[in-house]
């Protein structure tokens, strides 16, 4: 039997909107590997901080695209976790918002209620040089190739890329937009599975609690928000939310 804080389940019986804002925690339990966990297989001898960059994409394109199509495979092999289910549950009873910094698609998934993929998505995708973006299949491989030639556009010809937001790269400005208001306009914020470490999506919880909203951070571990936040649960998502929703009742 988990417990779950005082604080926390009479925020939530009361809140009738409720923010979530996730990290990579939050599909760890499905097996996408965090931001900063150590890949593996073919892509452990590359730093994703270097392999996710436009000088990166600009320099080996193939290789670059190998990854990014290797992770969306990936994700045909996952599924959603009970900490995903729980929102769902949530948001039959309530209007549950989700902020994500994560790529994957399941929160889409698990028919939550997307305001704002702040860093893209993998499923997304655009031409690197006109932007024009590109919505034909591609082909993804089964096996963990290093070099695959991205498809081209067909409008000028140019790489496409994935539309995902690389290091030295804007967030896209209305999802950005959308997010600030998530986080004012609501009655709790929860903040799962993010180490707070990258901003401006870091600063999403600050804003929250300058405009008095109650925020929950769900982690394991200490984060970079740990301060800033109105209370910490030491728990997994995975863990947490199904007994956070069950106890709403
Ligand atoms: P990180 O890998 O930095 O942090 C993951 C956080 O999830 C850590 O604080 C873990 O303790 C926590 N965590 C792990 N398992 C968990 C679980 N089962 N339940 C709850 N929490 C768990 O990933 P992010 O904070 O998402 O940006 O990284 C933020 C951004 O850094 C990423 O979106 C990416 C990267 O730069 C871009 O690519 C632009």
Known sequence: MIDVPTELLDLARAAQRITILTGAGMSA????????????????????????TPEAFEAEPDLVWAWYAWRRHLMTTIE???????????????????????????????????????HGSLFTLRCFDCDLPYDRPVELPTTQVERLAPPTCPACAGQIRPDIVW?????????????EEAVTDTDLLLVIGTSGAVFPAAGLPLLARANRVPTIE????????????????????????????????
């Open 29 to 52: 339990e499905s097996g996408v590997p965090t931001f900063r966990d150590a890949q593996d297989g073919l892509w452990a001898q590359y730093d994703p901080m270097t392999l996710a």
């Open 80 to 118: 959603p976790h009970a900490g995903h289910r729980a929102l769902s549950l949530w948001g039959n009873r309530a209007a549950v918002g989700v902020v994500t910094q994560n790529v994957d698609d399941l929160h889409e998934r698990s028919g939550h209620r997307v305001l704002a993929h702040l």
């Open 167 to 179: 290091f030295g790269e804007p967030l896209p400005i209305a999802a950005f937009d959308r997010a």
């Open 218 to 249: 769900i982690n394991p571990t200490e984060t970079e928000l740990s301060h800033e936040t109105t209370l910490n649960w030491r728990i997994r998502a995975g863990e947490g939310l199904p007994a956070l929703v069950s106890a709403l009742d």
